[in-house]
C-alpha cells in the first residue's frame, strides 16, 4: 500500500482487532478445529472501484504468515456484481478472526475511491486538481486518503500540522486576515517551519485584501457564486494558487471547474462516500 505507514497500519489492524476478538472468538474456537484451513472468495456485489486488496492480504499475512493468497484484481480497478476480488487460504479460525475487519474496511475504502473516481472523471480534461480535506472518520484517515488516491484525486493536507489554513474561524477569532496572515507568518519564522498557507475568503473585499497582505501560498474562494468564483480567479491570476471550496457535489464541480480555478476541495470524496457492498465466503469441495 504505497505511501501507508507500516507503524499507522500496524497499530489500526491491532486496534481493530481488539475491538472486535478481545479475549477470543468464542464461536470459531468451540466448532473449528485449530489445524482446520479453508479457501475464501471475496465476492464483489456492488459497482464501483475497489480499494483494500492489498489491505486484505496484509491483514491475512499478519493473521496468518503461512496463508496463501492470490489476488486477481488490482486496487483503483472498476469492479461490478459477480467479481472476485481475490482467494485466500488459510487456518480456519484465523480466516474468520480477520474477515469482519476486512470485509469493513474494504467496503468503506471503495466507497471513497468510487466517490473519488466519479468527481475525477467529470474534470479529467480541466486543467484543475481535486483535494480530499479533513471530513474523515477518525483514526481512519490515513486509509481514507489513501483510497482518495486509489480513485484518482489528490490528498490535501494530512492534518493541523503540515499545512496552514486560515478558516473564518481563525479570522474572526483574531481580528481580521491581515493581522492573522502577520501573526502566522511570524509563527512560522520564530519556529522555523516552513508550511504552505492557505487563506480563505468569503468575498472580495477580503479577497482583495489577502492579496495586499501577500506572503501567502493559496487562496481559497468558499462558497463563491460561479460568476463571483470566475471574477475572483482572474483577480488572483498567477500570483497565487486559487481553491474553490464549499458544498462541491457531482452536478456542480464541472463548472466550477472551468472557471480554471486551480484547485478544487471537496469533503464529499469522503464524507459523502458511501460503502461498497462485498462478501467473503468459505469455498465448499
Known amino acids: ?44 456485489k456492488d459497482e464501483g472501484v475497489i480499494a483494500g486488496v492489498a489491505f486484505a492480504e496484509y ?18 480497478t472498476p469492479v461490478k456484481y459477480g467479481d472476485i476480488a ?27 475511491s468510487t466517490m473519488s473516481r466519479k468527481f475525477a472523471d467529470l474534470v479529467a480534461d480541466l486543467d484543475v486538481t481535486i483535494l480530499d480535506t479533513r471530513k474523515t472518520t477518525p483514526l481512519l484517515r490515513f486509509l481514507e486518503k489513501w483510497a482518495v488516491r486509489v480513485g484518482g484525486c489528490t490528498n490535501y493536507r494530512d492534518g493541523l500540522y503540515d499545512w496552514i489554513m486560515i478558516k473564518d474561524n481563525h479570522i474572526d477569532a ?38 495586499e497582505a501577500g506572503g501567502i501560498t493559496r ?11 470566475e471574477r475572483a480567479v482572474k483577480i488572483i ?11 462541491v457535489n457531482l452536478t456542480t464541480v464541472r463548472a466550477i471547474a472551468e472557471t480554471g480555478v486551480n484547485y478544487i476541495s471537496v469533503g464529499a470524496l469522503t464524507h459523502s462516500a458511501g460503502s461498497l457492498d462485498m462478501s467473503l465466503k468459505v469455498k465448499k469441495d
Do not use: W
Open 237 to 247: 491570476g498567477s500570483r497565487f494558487q486559487s481553491e474553490a471550496s464549499g458544498g
Open 174 to 211: 483574531c481580528g481580521d486576515i491581515t493581522s492573522a496572515i502577520t501573526k502566522v507568518k511570524d509563527y512560522l519564522s520564530l519556529n522555523k517551519k516552513d508550511l504552505g498557507i492557505t487563506v480563505e475568503v468569503r468575498n472580495l473585499e477580503e479577497l482583495n485584501e489577502v492579496m
Open 1 to 44: 500500500m504505497e505511501g501507508i505507514s507500516k507503524t499507522l497500519l500496524d497499530a489500526f489492524i491491532n486496534a481493530a482487532l481488539r475491538e472486535d476478538v478481545k479475549d477470543g472468538d468464542h464461536t470459531s474456537l468451540a466448532c473449528i478445529s485449530p489445524e482446520s484451513t479453508d479457501t475464501a472468495k471475496l465476492i464483489v
Open 59 to 76: 491483514v491475512f499475512h499478519k493473521l496468518d504468515p503461512n496463508c496463501t493468497f492470490n489476488k486477481f484484481i488490482d486496487d483503483g
Open 86 to 112: 481475490f482467494e485466500v487460504t488459510c487456518g480456519s479460525q484465523n480466516l474468520l478472526k480477520g474477515e469482519r475487519l476486512v470485509l469493513n474496511t474494504m467496503q468503506r475504502l471503495s466507497g471513497v
Open 219 to 229: 487562496i481559497m474562494l468558499d462558497n463563491f457564486e460561479l460568476s463571483m468564483l
